[in-house]
């Protein structure tokens, strides 16, 4: 079966850095976009970056600000999101979420519609303290 399974979340002081990963199985793991989704206590679920199928194309939302990378290693069937200059705002549990390919490719505002991903990892907590 479809399995997303995310890693690397933890506690970090402002200013410090997190390597998230998710590994994939079940799957063609090459030929799906996958995505990082994030959600707070009392908040919706929101987008928070997604790849391409070949790791060529980036895409990321506007709060991310040039902090994150998102990342691909196909061979593995890994995807990867590193945090760097992480601020309390970040805390939040971040989903793994794979891309159904469903609808038409428009950069941010094909990925930040939620509906388009068809499974979803358990998450990874990240905290920020101050």
């Known amino acids: 079966e479809v399995q997303l399974l995310e890693s690397g979340g933890d506690i970090v002081q402002p200013g410090g850095s997190l390597r998230l990963s998710c590994a994939a199985s079940?799957?063609?793991?090459?030929?799906?976009?996958m995505s990082w989704v994030r959600q707070s206590p009392g908040k919706r679920q929101e987008w928070v970056s997604s790849?391409?199928?070949?790791?060529?194309?980036?895409y990321y939302a506007d709060f991310v600000k040039g902090r994150f990378t998102i990342s691909r290693d196909n061979a593995l069937n890994m995807v990867y999101l590193q945090m760097n200059s992480l601020e309390p705002e970040y805390t939040a549990l971040y989903y793994c979420?794979?891309?159904?390919?469903?609808?038409?490719?428009?950069?941010?505002?094909?990925?930040?519609?939620?509906?388009?991903?068809?499974?979803w990892g358990q998450g990874t907590q990240v905290t920020v303290s101050s």
């Open positions: 790849i391409n199928t070949g790791g060529g194309s980036l």
């Open positions: 979420a794979r891309d159904s390919g469903r609808g038409y490719y428009a950069g941010s505002d094909y990925y930040s519609a939620l509906d388009r991903y068809d499974y």
């Open positions: 079940g799957f063609e793991f090459s030929k799906h976009d």
